[in-house]
């Protein structure tokens, strides 16, 4: 009836269901993907089979850095207002930073890329709670890495 080609969102309705902890699983992500290539590049002898696993690594980890830029632009564009930015004034940079450090992530495999990545996206977390008065703490990722991140505190 309408013939629609292609519908996407996230969204500009809006459904005020955001969450960070998206950006913080893909970010964990990145940091695994890039310890698994050193691994590969390390230990391998780059046959056609490792030489695939490498390529197959590389696209998630590069895909998840993507994301990662684009769950943080939709949070900080849709849904930080002004009187979050004027309590948070450092949002902006924070999430230029995010976008940046992403990108670096994508560009090489340095780890420090991606524990920076972490902290900056911990820091955006925790400043996204902060906004909705939800308390949080920082808890030990239960998947590899293992990293720290920040969470909620839920309650009953």
């Not at 900080?76 to 940046?100: N, R, V």
């Given at each position: ?64 850095a ?5 769950e ?12 979050h ?60 890495p293992?990293?720290?991140?920040i ?6």
């Amino acid at each position: 009836m309408f013939n629609i080609k292609k519908v996407q969102a996230h969204c500009d309705i809006p459904c005020k269901v955001y969450d960070p902890s998206v950006i913080q699983y893909s970010v964990l992500s990145i940091v695994r993907f890039i310890d698994l290539i050193n691994e590969e590049i390390r230990d391998s002898d780059m046959n056609s089979n490792n030489i695939s696993q490498l390529s197959r690594l590389v696209g998630v980890k590069e895909q998840h850095a993507k994301e990662v830029k684009n769950e943080v632009a939709t949070i900080w564009g849709d849904y930080f207002k002004q009187p979050h930015m004027e309590k948070y004034p450092e949002i902006h940079d924070l999430a230029h930073s995010i976008m940046m450090t992403a990108s670096k992530c994508k560009q090489d495999i340095d780890r420090q890329n991606g524990i920076d990545l972490v902290e900056k996206v911990n820091r955006f977390a925790e400043i996204f709670w902060a906004t909705k008065d939800v308390s949080t703490e920082s808890k030990k990722s239960l998947n590899p890495p293992h990293m720290d991140i920040i969470v909620p505190v839920l309650g009953d």
